[in-house]
């Protein structure tokens, strides 16, 4: 399980014409991938490493301020580019398998109190953020 983690001021999601997530104050833009090796065992590290990650101003975490997270399925951190000029996705989760890590890790967040909005998994979505710093990294368990 990998996600790439922004410091954002504000972001949103949006499918068609309509916002399907969105966090309106400054907390974390989670883009997250699943690979094939990945099982309920990874849910609750990530969602724990997620929470506390301390990223924002003055090295707080969204545990300890109540900042939100905007959570977005991205199969493509699976790509894999080392070959040719044509990723490959065979380290990418298929959907049935990927979609409930995903939800299961959303699930893990808010049973620790955060407050998360989401992004549609499998949508063609357009995904808006006003990074801070900008301060991104990369997450794996």
Not at 80 to 100: F, H, I, L, Q
Request: charged residues 25%; proline residues 5%; contains cysteine.
């Amino acid at each position: 399980m990998k996600a790439v983690v922004m410091r954002v001021t504000r972001a949103s999601v949006t499918v068609g014409d309509e916002v399907v997530g969105e966090i309106k104050e400054p907390g974390l833009l989670v883009l997250l991938g699943i690979t094939h090796t990945d099982g309920v065992e990874q849910v609750d590290t990530m969602a724990r490493k997620l929470h506390e990650l301390r990223i924002l101003d003055e090295e707080q975490s969204c545990a300890s301020t109540g900042a939100p997270l905007l959570v977005v399925s991205q199969f493509t951190l699976y790509g894999d580019t080392r070959k040719g000029r044509r990723p490959s996705w065979t380290k990418a989760a298929p959907g049935p398998v990927a979609e409930p890590l995903v939800d299961a890790v959303v699930d893990a967040l808010r049973a620790r109190g955060a407050t998360v909005a989401t992004g549609r998994f499998g949508a063609d979505m357009a995904v808006e953020s006003v990074n801070d710093g900008p301060f991104t990294v990369l997450v794996e368990v």
